[in-house]
C-alpha cells in the first residue's frame, strides 16, 4: 500500500526535476547563442560556429540557433570554389536552413541564405529558384528579382559563347549579325525563353528599386543578349540594341547620382573629398 501510495508523489518530483533540467538547458543555450554571437560579430566565424552548435545541443527547439549556426558557415563559403571541403560547407550550411524552414516556410533569412549559397557555389538554376520562393513571400524584394535576372544573364551569356565559338566568332556585343542563320535559331531556341525572364525580373527589381543601377545594367546586357535573337531581322537587332545603349546610360547616370548621394551627411550637410563639410 505504501509503495503504490508513494508512485504519485515520485511522479511528480520526476516532473519537476524535468522541467528544472529543461530549464537549466534553455539558459544554457540561450548563453551559448549570445556567445556565439559575440564571436560572429568579431569575425570569429569557427568560435561562433561551436557556440552555435552547442545552443543547439541544449535546445534543439531554438531556431534562431539554426539560422545564426547556418549563417555563420555561409561566412566559410569561398563563392565559386568548387573544392570538396568548400561544397561540403555550403551544403551543410543549406542544410540547416532547410531545417529552420521546416518548421517555418516563409523564413526569409533562410530563402534567401539559400538562394545565396547556391549561386556561390555556381548551382545558378536552383539558386533562381529559391529566390523565386523569396519573391513568393516578398514580392517587393528587389535583390531577389535582380538576382533572377543576373542569373538569367549568365546562362544565356554561356549559350551565346558555346554557339558563337565554333563558328569562329567572339561575341561584338550588337547582336552578332553575321552568326550563320541555322547557328543563330538554335540559339534563339534556347535563349528566348530565359532572356525574356531575365528582362521582366531586371524590369521589377528597378520598379520595386528605382535607383538600381545595377539592375540597369545587366538590363543592357540583357537586351544585348536579346539582339542576339534577332535572326536577320535588322531593324528589330538596332532597336534592342539602342534600348541597351539607353539602360547603359540610365545606370551610369543614376551610378553617379547614387555616388554623390553617399557624399552628402546628415539633413543635405555635403563633404568634400577630404571628409570636410561645405
Known amino acids: 500500500m505504501n509503495r503504490i501510495a508513494r508512485l504519485p508523489v515520485l511522479t511528480a518530483t520526476l516532473v519537476v526535476m524535468m522541467a528544472s533540467l529543461s530549464g537549466c538547458n534553455r539558459l544554457a543555450a540561450r548563453d551559448q547563442l549570445n556567445k556565439g554571437v559575440e564571436a560572429y560579430k568579431a569575425g570569429k566565424f569557427e568560435a561562433a560556429i561551436n557556440h552555435f552548435q552547442e545552443s543547439i545541443k541544449d535546445d534543439p527547439k531554438l531556431p534562431m540557433a539554426k539560422n545564426y549556426l547556418a549563417t555563420a558557415l555561409s561566412m566559410n563559403v569561398v563563392p565559386g570554389l568548387d573544392t570538396p ?3 561540403k560547407t555550403a551544403e551543410h550550411a543549406i542544410d540547416i536552413y532547410k531545417q529552420v524552414l521546416v518548421d517555418d516556410p ?14 556561390n557555389i555556381k ?5 533562381k529558384d529559391w529566390q523565386k520562393k523569396v519573391l513568393a513571400v516578398d514580392p517587393k524584394d528587389p535583390e531577389a528579382a535582380y538576382t533572377v535576372g543576373v542569373v538569367d544573364w549568365t546562362l544565356a551569356h554561356e549559350n551565346a559563347l558555346k554557339i558563337l565559338a565554333p563558328a569562329g566568332m567572339n561575341d561584338d556585343g550588337v547582336g552578332n549579325a553575321k552568326l550563320p542563320k541555322k547557328d543563330c535559331l538554335v540559339l534563339q531556341q534556347e535563349n528566348a525563353p530565359i532572356v525574356e525572364e531575365g528582362i521582366k525580373y531586371l524590369t521589377m527589381a528597378i520598379d520595386n528599386r528605382p535607383n538600381y543601377d545595377d ?3 545587366y538590363l543592357n546586357l540583357t537586351y544585348r543578349r536579346k539582339a542576339d535573337l534577332d535572326c ?4 528589330t537587332r538596332k532597336t534592342d540594341v539602342a534600348t541597351a545603349v539607353d539602360w547603359r546610360e540610365k545606370a551610369m547616370g ?19 573629398s577630404n571628409g570636410n563639410m561645405k
Request: charged share 25%.
Open 85 to 87: 571541403d568548400n561544397l
Open 106 to 119: 516563409n523564413d526569409i533569412n533562410s530563402l534567401k541564405g539559400i538562394a545565396s549559397l547556391y549561386f
Open 123 to 127: 548551382k545558378l538554376n536552383e539558386a
Open 215 to 217: 539592375a540597369m545594367a
Open 232 to 235: 536577320g531581322d535588322d531593324a
Open 254 to 272: 543614376t551610378r553617379q547620382s547614387n555616388e554623390a548621394k553617399k557624399s552628402q551627411g546628415p539633413g543635405g550637410i555635403v563633404m568634400d
